[in-house]
């Protein structure tokens, strides 16, 4: 055989192999970032449970580091950017989870080295450049928890994040002094968003990095429910990270700011001086007189209850109306247009906000629920529409109040949105409840659906759960995509108008009345006379 011939052939041998490693999953090889080099890892070591189609692709990464220890001298600062690493870092395992974090088996540390993020891609090229979500998580928890695993949302072709951030005294810490601070830095003469600093920098981290995981930087949308939905909430209003998404998942979060709901649920915000004033008395309660010494303080001393819904603590660490990192009350930021005009998503569940499954009141109860909430003449009025005057019909009664209150407040919320702002709204309730528990369609209980990751929770899931899994992870993943979460395959969802529908998922596919149109009317005066958030 000639020379030749046998430089043809051995070229020949060597395509498919060409072309097999430019189209392996990302784990087959080192990813080189800007930072370092990185070792991913394959997501799933055989098929997962469900339905699942593109598993063998899919590449996870865990404990980037987006910026630098929070602890020491950091403590109670923006976050300070990460540092690069020789070698090449091995990313197999989850890394710290920040102080306050309670939820989950604690098989984790618990360090103030916190901030750091996980990915999961699907991408077989660097050059993919596929849509990328951000996962926030709600409050207890961390992204360590199997609840936020990515591999569902990666399997639709789509790279999916979730990061740690600061809670608590750490994260939501104001005082005058750290004020000072921070004006030094930003000119903003307020303290105390550290954690929504945090939620600002993955994102931001993201937007630089995430090409090198075949993400598209110019195609992020940004997702959480409760405590996370507060965060993209934060993310889609705030100056600080415009031009940087596309569009908003709000999974139980967003209501009419005339509700007082607002003022003790996830997106609950107090005023600059109420967290000042918080603040000193926090530095009492240790005993120092100054930022340096409570600094010095070791981190398990600063973990206090307190900042979470139904707490009974004295402390309430919370987000801040900073007019920096939050550029107006939501009223105002709704009216003036001050958010980023991107399409957003967002709903709630029906066992939530005061709806309880299986409640079993009495007359009298139901009575005294609904006088703590509604004043006369408004009570007179809402007993009209809810009648709880018997055994039989108190306790539906009284949830029926609460969810509808849900339903119609995230209504008017995108009808203050469209004052505004061209982008659509879409809006759902979620009616599903998983099996093996009995509290009904509860907060959170959507999360394994939408995200399709029942295969990493122990729980007895059915075929109905898996195919309800199927429809969630369909909407969800189609509006990351493009902004609109319709397909030809499942119901038409429209966009929230001046009709009073919203879309049934869960239990049912498509729009249904929020309630009766007296109800809807009914709210809406009763909020309309109450002081805006």
Request: aromatic share 12%.
């Amino acid at each position: 055989m000639n020379q030749t011939r046998r430089a043809r052939l051995s070229l020949a041998a060597l395509i498919p192999t060409l072309l097999v490693r430019a189209n392996a999953a990302l784990y087959d090889t080192v990813v080189d970032t800007q930072y370092g080099k990185l070792q991913g890892y394959p997501a799933f070591t055989s098929e997962p449970a469900g339905n699942l189609t593109h598993w063998k692709d899919i590449a996870v990464w865990k404990n980037i580091p987006f910026a630098a220890t929070t602890g020491g001298q950091n403590r109670w600062k923006a976050p300070q950017p990460a540092s690069g690493w020789n070698g090449t870092r091995d990313a197999k395992s989850f890394g710290n989870v920040c102080p306050s974090a309670t939820s989950g088996d604690n098989d984790y540390t618990i360090d103030e080295d916190c901030l750091n993020l996980n990915i999961w891609s699907p991408a077989n090229s660097t050059d993919a450049k596929l849509p990328v979500v951000m996962w926030s998580y709600p409050a207890l928890s961390t992204a360590a928890d199997a609840l936020f695993d990515g591999g569902g949302i990666a399997d639709q072709g789509i790279v999916f994040v979730n990061y740690n951030y600061r809670t608590g005294s750490f994260g939501w810490l104001s005082h005058p002094e750290l004020s000072q601070e921070f004006e030094a830095v930003t000119g903003s003469n307020s303290s105390g968003n550290w954690g929504m600093l945090d939620q600002f920098a993955a994102l931001k981290w993201i937007h630089e990095n995430i090409a090198d995981f075949g993400g598209d930087p110019e195609h992020i949308t940004v997702m959480g429910q409760s405590a996370g939905s507060a965060a993209t909430q934060h993310i889609v209003n705030s100056p600080l990270t415009q031009g940087l998404i596309v569009g908003g998942i709000i999974e139980s979060g967003v209501r009419d700011p005339h509700d007082p709901l607002c003022t003790s649920l996830a997106e609950n915000y107090k005023t600059l001086d109420y967290n000042l004033d918080q603040g000193i008395r926090f530095l009492e309660n240790f005993n120092v007189s100054s930022i340096a010494e409570l600094r010095e303080l070791p981190m398990n001393d600063l973990i206090v209850s307190g900042g979470t819904f139904g707490s009974d603590s004295e402390w309430d660490f919370t987000a801040t109306l900073d007019y920096y990192a939050i550029p107006d009350t939501y009223l105002n930021t709704l009216l003036k247009g001050l958010a980023q005009d991107v399409p957003l998503l967002t709903g709630n569940t029906k066992d939530e906000s005061g709806a309880t499954y299986g409640l079993n009141i009495t007359v009298a109860e139901f009575m005294e629920g609904m006088a703590e909430t509604f004043s006369e003449p408004w009570l007179a009025r809402f007993l009209e529409q809810y009648n709880g005057n018997t055994s039989v019909t108190a306790s539906a009664a009284y949830n029926a109040q609460w969810t509808d209150r849900s339903k119609v407040g995230t209504w008017l919320w995108a009808s203050l949105w469209a004052t505004a702002k061209a982008s659509p709204v879409y809006t759902y309730i979620w009616d599903h409840a998983p099996p093996g528990q009995d509290q009904g369609a509860y907060h959170e209980s959507e999360i394994n659906y939408v995200l399709n990751n029942l295969y990493g929770t122990d729980m007895p899931w059915t075929a109905l759960d898996y195919a309800i899994a199927r429809k969630m992870n369909t909407y969800w993943a189609n509006f990351i995509k493009t902004g609109n979460p319709n397909t030809e395959s499942l119901a038409a969802w429209p966009a929230a108008d001046t009709n009073g529908t919203v879309q049934h998922v869960g239990n049912g596919w498509g729009q249904i009345p929020l309630t009766s149109e007296a109800k809807i009317e009914l709210f809406e005066a009763w909020f309309d006379t109450l002081v805006a958030y």
